[in-house]
């Protein structure tokens, strides 16, 4: 939906909804869907309330 040219400061979260329900609450806003790359995690790009993009990503927690 965007080019992203330069580089993007990301956060590794517990829980991304939790996670993006506080970026909103805060001012932000979620610019991409929640996204999964197979097997390693969820992603999503976000504004914060300055306007700056960054991305919030949440680990997979494999099964034993």
Known sequence: PFPITSPVITVVVENIDEALKKVKAAGGTQITETKEIPKMGLYAYI???ERNTMGVWQDLKMKE
């Open 47 to 49: 504004k914060d309330s």
